[in-house]
């Protein structure tokens, strides 16, 4: 039996970058458009809500519908970090945990009840472990557990219990702009509201087939939805949070900000609680002298690596894309790798070593781009005559 949990902190990046959820009581406001990104808001308050600003919308579209709409410049780096401390205190009562965006998060609590005693003792100790106000939903599939807590409100969890079935009941009299939640459906509700499609419910009862021949793979996903399943959840390997920062003594650029890297990585390889291991990905970040705002670049090296030097060269080139000078230099570690005491052998097998680097070029690509960066193609009917039965993708696995 599944019992998926949702955690969710509404409005998480703007209250973080408007530095307080006080801040977004007192006007409308939503999240500017990041530099070098397409010219859409991110979220909005209460207020601009009311207007029919939404996350994802065009921003002439969000300035004509509310003039009086007042751009917070994003804070990437100041949600990253203030994300992950509140992901470690969740992990640490021994959940798994799935994050799509910061302030989202979804765990399995099935092997989870008889440790704290029951479903309410696992939101009880949730909440114990994050010390924030949160909405908390419980449903037997993620969306489903999503909508609930979009519906809950602080210590009020909504617990949906039972099947499939039960998930599509309650499902079916919401919106369905509660697609948007899923980033590959954030077109999807307007699409269907057009159509006159306005509940989850109605999006059921539509035929697949329908679905399909309209929206493609987009359709049948939100029908799966609608209906009360999902996929499995992916939970994020458990890390660690090492981090350095140093406090620039005015607005830095240039040969200064090198040297100031430079620092910082020799920092970060002396922290005890590397204990010898190799960094695989890091992510450099810094706050800025204009507006106020934050810059974040996430850097997976080719090779995992501990050495100064190495480091510095694949993370020098990545100041030049820093949008303004800088006043606080940031580097942490995303993702650690093998051992650095790692001794090679003195006749070393060519296959081996083949299979060694193609293993290391597997880590770093899902390092680089998620789970499923490194996939095998698995023959399922060779005989068939449509190409998509012949054969499949699957994981790639084994290790060398």
Known sequence: MTVIVCILLPRFQLAVAAGGRAELLQAPIALAPEPGSAQ???????????????????LGEALARCPRLALVPPDPAGVADRWERLLVRLEAIGAAIESERPGLACFDAHGLLRLHGGIEGVLAAAQRGLRVPMHLGVAPSRFAAVAA??????????????????????????????LRARPSLADLPQALERLGIGTLGELAAIAPAALADRFGTVGLLAHELASGGDGALRPRPAAEFVRESLELPEAASGTQLEHGL?????????????????????????????????WREQVVFRQALAQAGRMRLALVPRLALMPAPAEVLRLSVQRFGPPAVDQRSLLEDPAAARAARLYEAVHQ????????????????????????????LAPFQGEP
Request: avoid cysteine; proline fraction near 6%; charge should be positive.
């Open 262 to 294: 430079g620092l910082l990585i020799d920092r970060l390889l002396a922290r005890r609680e590397r204990r010898d291991r190799t960094l695989r990905a890091v992510v450099l970040s810094a706050v800025l002298v204009e507006h106020g705002g934050t």
């Open 365 to 392: 690509a899902r390092a680089a781009a998620g789970p499923d960066a490194a996939l095998r193609v698995l023959e399922v009917d060779p005989g068939s005559r449509f190409p998509e039965r012949r054969a499949v």
């Open 149 to 178: 807590a979009s519906r809950a409100r602080v210590r009020r969890p909504v617990i949906v219990s039972g099947d499939r079935e039960q998930a599509r009941v309650h499902l079916a009299p919401l919106p369905v702009a509660l």
């Open 40 to 58: 859409r808001v991110g979220e909005a308050s209460l207020a601009a809500e009311a207007f029919g600003v939404h996350p994802g919308m065009a």
